[in-house]
């Protein structure tokens, strides 16, 4: 049974606050492209991720579909609609088959209240979030469709970069995911590859994608503002 402690929220807990925790969860599996959460549903579980990897999605007026982030094991999710009690802000599905501990509303309270640490990981989660949606809404303000692409990429590539400057992105981001983050098409996502390709600054090797010179990627961002 995979612990729970590698859940980042909880990561800070000894064995013994770890079982109080586990007293408060039940575990589920869900199968891959399965609705864990549904966006504006009135349930208000929270998910802590054991295994697996989930997609944070919301759709536009027209339908099309917007990834807002992805999520692997040791991340959570539903927190928000746990603590305001409001209708959920997106839709949450399994991206691969994915084990997860759910907590009700008044568990997830008192999680929060017996270990102080708990708290704190989850004021520290809502800080990411809220920077997160912040550089996206500039993103898309300031930014081309090109461009975007091209900011994602450098954005996946940053935390891979070597001692020597270059990266490995593994493994190579599906063209239709990465159209629904940055909000363009699968197309724009193919052509703007295909370009960095030709200029030598992004290769695919294998199911990888090698970034020889992440500062090359980085000035083409600077370009595009």
């Not at 770890?18 to 208000?44: M, N, T, W, Y």
Request: charge should be negative; include cysteine.
């Amino acid at each position: 049974m995979v612990k729970l402690d590698v859940v980042g929220i909880l990561s800070d807990l000894d064995d013994t606050a770890l079982a109080d925790v586990e007293k408060h969860v039940r575990r589920r599996v869900f199968q891959p492209g399965a609705e864990i959460i549904e966006s504006e549903g009135d349930s208000s579980d929270v998910f802590l991720i054991l295994s697996g990897a989930v997609r944070v999605v919301n759709y536009s007026l027209s339908g099309r579909e917007v990834t807002l982030e992805e999520i692997g094991a040791g991340g959570c999710v539903g927190h928000l609609a746990a603590i305001d009690g409001e209708p959920r802000s997106a839709s949450v599905l399994a991206v691969g088959v994915t084990e997860v501990a759910m907590m009700n509303p008044t568990s997830f309270e008192t999680v929060i209240k017996n270990h102080p640490t708990v708290a704190w990981r989850v004021i520290c989660e809502l800080a990411r979030i809220v920077r997160a949606s912040t550089r996206r809404i500039v993103d898309v303000s300031t930014l081309g469709a090109n461009a975007r692409v091209i900011a994602e990429i450098f954005r996946m590539a940053q935390p891979m970069t070597q001692e020597d400057g270059s990266a490995v992105i593994k493994p190579v981001p599906v063209h239709s995911d990465l159209a629904s983050k940055v909000s363009t098409s699968r197309e724009t996502v193919a052509r703007v590859f295909g370009s960095l390709a030709r200029q030598g600054i992004v290769l695919k090797q294998g199911d990888s994608l090698f970034v020889p010179d992440i500062l090359r990627l980085e000035a083409l961002l600077t370009q595009s503002e």
